[in-house]
Nanobody
Framework: QVQLAESGGGLVQAGGSLRLSCAAS????????MGWFRQAPGKESEFVAS????????SYTDSVKGRFTISRDNDKNTVYLQMNSLKPEDTAVYYC?????????????????WGQGTQVTVSS
């Protein structure tokens, strides 16, 4: 089993920055990749970014390219999401997820483990 714990959410003005962290514990050797998803009120879960645990290959949804950066610290078993130039439409609960396989990284069902979520609110 893998446990994930997110931190770093909060309230920020448009144009500001936040950094989310996701610390993994437990059987982390089984992790192939990790991702960030978000869900706004009344909307479906949306893929944000993903990273391969070894090698560090990254992917992003188009709406965050150039603004968000996903990275990992293997020694700390932690993944980060640096969010710059935040917009009100980025407001959502952000979830960290981990997957054991190399299947479609943008689909929530590809991930076996999920964190509890952290709220990000961007005011205009």
């Amino acid at each position: 089993q893998v446990q994930l714990a997110e931190s770093g959410g909060g309230l920020v003005q448009a144009g500001g920055s936040l950094r989310l962290s996701c610390a993994a514990s437990g059987r982390t050797v089984s992790i192939y990749g990790m991702g960030w998803f978000r869900q706004a009120p009344g909307k479906e879960s949306e893929f944000v970014a993903s990273i391969i645990w070894s090698g560090g290959s990254t992917s992003y949804t188009d709406s965050v390219k150039g603004r968000f950066t996903i990275s990992r610290d293997n020694d700390k078993n932690t993944v980060y999401l640096q969010m710059n130039s935040l917009k009100p439409e980025d407001t959502a609960v952000y979830y960290c997820a981990a997957r054991k396989g190399g299947s479609a990284y943008y689909i929530p069902s590809a991930y076996e483990y999920w964190g509890q979520g952290t709220q990000v609110t961007v005011s205009s």
